[in-house]
C-alpha cells in the first residue's frame, strides 16, 4: 500500500478512535438540560406543539440516544452504547455512501473549471 | 437546534424541503467529482466525528444546553459541498435512528444546518479568510467568527421558519434564538478552532481550505485544493 494512503488511514482510524471515546465515555456525562430551540420553546410556550405531536417516524431503533432495554436500570451505559452505535454506523454508511458517489477508477476525468479535486 | 414534528406548517416544510433536496442533489453531484482517495476516508471520519460531538451537549447560561453544530468544521475540512452532504447526513441518521429532529422537519433542519450553517458560513469564512492576511493565526480567527456567524444565521433561519409558521411571532422568536445562540457559538468557535488547529498541527494537507502553500487562488480554483 502507498505510504501516503496509508497514513491517511491511520489519521482517519486515529480520528474515529477519538470521536467513539467521545461518544462512549464522555457522552453519559453530557448536560440533560434543554437546547436552546427547546428552551425558547418551553420558555415561549410552544413546546406543547411538538409534545402534542405524534412522532411521524416512529421506528427509531435507539430514540432519544438511549440503549432500548437499559434506559431505566442504567441510563449512563443507555447512552453511551447508543454514542458508540450511532458513531461507528455513521461511519461505515459515510464510508460506503462516499465510495458509491466517487468516480470509479478508469472512468474518463472531465476536466472543468474547480473540477476534479486530484493530489 | 432540532426541530421537532409539530413546530413548523406544511408550507415551510415543503418548501425547505424542496431547497435542501436541491442543495444535497447539487452537493452529490459535485461528491462524483471531490472525491478522491484522501477524502472518501475524511468524509466518513468527519460524519463521525459531528455525530459523536453532537451528543455531548455543554451548559450555557439559564439552564440551557447548547451542542456542536460542526458546519464549519467539515466544510473548512472537506469543501462546502462535502461539508454539506455530511451534515445533511447526520440529520438523516439522527431523525431516523435516533428521533432528534423530527421527519417532517427534516428538510427545515438540513436547510439550516447544511445549507445555511454550513454552505453560506463557509463563504463567509472564505470571505473573512481572503480579507485578512495569510497564516495560520489568521485562517484561525476566520473559522471561530465563521463557526459563530454559522450557529446564528442557522438559528436565525430557525426562528424565521418558526415565525412564518405561526408558532410563534418573529418579535418573540428570533431575538430568543439569537440569544442563547451567541453563547452556543462561542462553544461552537472553541471546539472548531481547537479542532482545525490540531488537524493542522498533524496534517495541515488535509484541511481543504488552508491553501496557503499555493498562491492565493480565485475561489473556484481553491476548491481544486
Keep these: ?119 | 437546534m432540532h426541530i421537532p414534528d409539530g413546530f413548523l406548517s406544511t408550507g415551510v416544510s415543503v418548501t425547505t424541503g424542496v431547497v435542501a433536496a436541491g442543495a444535497v442533489g447539487y452537493g452529490l453531484y459535485r461528491a462524483r467529482e471531490e472525491l478522491d482517495e484522501k477524502s472518501v476516508p475524511m468524509l466518513a471520519l468527519c460524519a463521525a466525528f459531528v455525530f459523536a460531538a453532537q451528543m455531548l451537549n455543554f451548559p450555557v447560561a439559564g439552564g440551557t444546553s447548547g451542542h456542536f453544530l460542526g458546519g464549519i468544521l467539515v466544510a473548512v475540512l472537506l469543501g462546502p459541498w462535502l461539508g454539506e452532504l455530511v451534515i445533511a447526513l447526520v440529520l438523516l441518521v439522527q431523525c431516523l435512528g435516533f428521533a432528534d429532529g423530527g421527519i417532517t422537519a427534516l428538510g427545515a433542519n438540513v436547510f439550516n444546518m447544511a445549507v445555511i450553517g454550513t454552505i453560506l458560513a463557509f463563504y463567509i469564512f472564505y470571505g473573512i479568510k481572503t480579507i485578512l492576511p495569510k497564516g495560520r493565526t489568521y485562517f484561525l480567527a476566520s473559522v471561530a467568527i465563521a463557526s459563530w456567524c454559522s450557529v446564528m444565521l442557522a438559528s436565525g433561519a430557525a426562528a424565521v421558519e418558526l415565525a412564518i409558521s405561526g408558532t410563534t411571532p418573529l418579535s418573540v422568536a428570533l431575538p430568543a434564538m439569537l440569544g442563547v445562540h451567541a453563547i452556543i457559538g462561542v462553544g461552537e468557535a472553541v471546539i472548531t478552532v481547537l479542532v482545525v488547529g490540531v488537524v493542522l498541527a498533524v496534517r495541515p494537507d488535509l484541511v481543504r481550505a488552508y491553501d496557503y502553500q499555493q498562491p492565493i487562488p480565485r475561489f473556484e480554483e481553491a476548491e481544486v485544493g
Excluded: N, Q
Design chain 1, 1 to 119: 500500500m502507498e505510504a501516503r494512503k496509508k497514513s491517511i488511514l491511520i489519521f482517519t482510524f486515529a480520528g474515529l478512535a477519538v470521536a467513539i471515546a467521545l461518544a462512549l465515555i464522555v457522552s453519559p456525562w453530557a448536560s440533560s438540560s434543554p437546547d436552546g430551540l427547546e428552551k425558547v420553546a418551553e420558555d415561549k410556550g410552544f413546546i406543547e406543539k411538538a409534545e402534542e405531536t405524534d412522532p411521524a417516524w416512529g421506528s427509531s431503533p435507539v430514540p432519544d440516544y438511549a440503549m432500548p432495554g437499559l434506559e431505566e436500570s442504567h441510563p449512563a451505559l443507555a447512552t453511551a452504547l447508543a454514542g458508540l452505535a450511532g458513531t461507528v454506523a455513521i461511519f461505515l454508511i459515510a464510508w460506503g455512501l462516499a465510495l458509491v458517489l466517487k468516480k470509479k477508477e478508469g472512468e474518463a476525468k472531465v476536466e472543468a473549471p474547480g473540477g476534479p479535486a486530484t493530489e
